[in-house]
């Protein structure tokens, strides 16, 4: 059994590493050569035209459920209705250049063509179902004092050369990025090669296979779950060999990467909790639509997903081997460094220095959100924001700890005492 597990691990690794290589740099790409601008100034009316706009926007783009956060809230201070940003946070976390090419590599151009068409259909329909719903004074409120704009980043990036922006494009891509999703895309795979290797085959065929059941399980399990849209592509498909069908796998792959429980809390802090019940309702019903869907297009029509049998023996090409040993080093070398960052000596504290202890902190982007709302503060002239450690180590002259926590939970985070 272990020899089986590390043969299915290794299988899966050498399987996706060629997508994900290639899905990093578009990501990079992306983010290094589209304007800022151009993003928000398209997204403003309650209407169909901007929920469309949000979700052609956030389609290709690879961020997670927690990094679309701050992103989203973003869009909505510049001046993005409550439908947009609603349609960006459906649409965005449920796929992205880098999961839909390793989705690709797993199950064929149908299965890559059908997620983010469903990411598509359901981020715009859940942004309009947002117009039925009254914004709140909270709401209003929270917006106008607490979220920072993007004026400056816009700026700024308007006046890097063609080479900023390459190298913005690999920081992006495989710092900043593959930071967000390494430790829960080896969690994915190691899951999925322990599924592999333990369920036998066929083993939900008998059981909980097909059917709308199945997909309330994969539901129950991916809402409050947090896996990014590229880990949960080889969780999906080891599911499958196991005897789950494609619409019930297909539900894990669209919940399991649009929602978690800790960006739930952000989301109702800042656009209110009926938007919160829109957001998860929209998610919920369009995943079973979907699942159903595809179950009957695929009994009824001619077509087909590839199955990922082929994880069992694949001759893998020297491109395989050259991405997973490309793609190797970025993963060490990001743990490395954080284990250097986590257990490495602590610098002396100063006199004018304060540490806040934060919660909520998943990722990159949370990082930032928190590291640029501390900065705003009057009297801070530096601040360190750590996600290995969930803290914040401010410089200042006269800043006020009650000061600095106000700001923290304005971003959507927690100050713990």
């Given at each position: 059994m272990i020899a089986d597990y590390f043969k299915e691990t290794w299988a899966l690794y050498l399987e996706m590493a060629p997508y994900l290589m290639l899905g990093f740099t578009l990501a990079g790409v992306l983010h290094a050569f589209v304007p800022r601008k151009a993003v928000g100034r398209h997204l403003g009316g309650e209407n169909l035209i901007s929920s469309f706009k949000a979700a052609v926007l956030g389609v290709p783009m690879p961020l997670c459920s927690c990094g679309v956060i701050p992103t989203g809230v973003?869009?909505?201070?510049?001046?993005?209705?409550?439908?947009?940003?609603?349609?960006?946070?459906?649409?965005?976390?449920?796929?992205?250049?880098?999961?839909?090419?390793?989705?690709?590599?797993f199950f064929g151009w149908a299965m890559a063509i059908f997620r983010p068409l469903a990411a598509f259909i359901s981020g715009v329909l859940g942004g309009l179902a947002v117009i039925l719903v009254k914004p709140g004074a909270r709401e209003d409120e929270w917006m106008k004092h607490h979220m920072h704009s993007e004026d400056a980043l816009a700026e700024a990036d308007a006046k890097k050369s063609i080479g900023q922006k390459f190298a913005d494009a690999y920081h992006f891509a495989f710092r900043e990025l593959l930071g967000d999703i390494?430790?829960?895309?080896?969690?994915?795979i190691l899951i999925a090669g322990v599924i592999s290797a333990v369920i036998p085959d066929d083993f939900f065929a008998g059981n909980m296979g097909n059917g709308i059941g199945a997909m309330l399980v994969m539901m129950a399990i991916g809402l409050p779950l947090y896996v990014c849209s590229t880990a949960s592509v080889p969780i999906a498909a080891v599911l499958m060999t196991k005897g789950i069908s494609a619409g019930a796998a297909f539900v894990f792959l669209m919940t399991g990467p649009a929602t978690n429980a800790a960006t739930m809390v952000v989301i109702a802090r800042a656009l209110g909790s009926k938007v919160l019940a829109v957001y998860l309702a929209s998610i919920a019903v369009f995943a079973l639509v979907f699942g159903l869907g595809l179950d009957y297009l695929l009994a009824n029509t001619s077509l087909t997903i590839t199955m990922p049998e082929h994880m069992h023996d694949h001759g893998a090409a020297w491109w395989h081997y050259a991405t997973m040993a490309a793609l190797s080093f970025f993963l060490l070398r990001h743990f490395f460094y954080k284990l250097k960052r986590r257990y490495g000596a602590a610098p002396k504290a100063m006199n004018n220095e304060l540490q806040l202890n934060i919660e909520g902190l998943n990722c990159s982007h949370c990082v930032k959100?928190?590291?640029d709302s501390l900065e705003k503060v009057a009297g801070v002239t530096s601040c360190e924001v750590s996600l290995d450690k969930g803290t914040a180590v401010v410089l200042g002259e006269n800043v006020d700890r009650e000061v600095l926590a106000a700001a923290v939970e304005g971003a959507g985070y927690k100050v713990k005492a």
């Open positions: 973003g869009l909505r201070k510049r001046g993005a209705s409550r439908a947009a940003t609603v349609s960006f946070l459906i649409s965005t976390p449920q796929t992205g250049v880098d999961s839909i090419l390793v989705t690709y590599g390494a430790f829960w895309l080896v969690i994915g959100n928190v590291k």
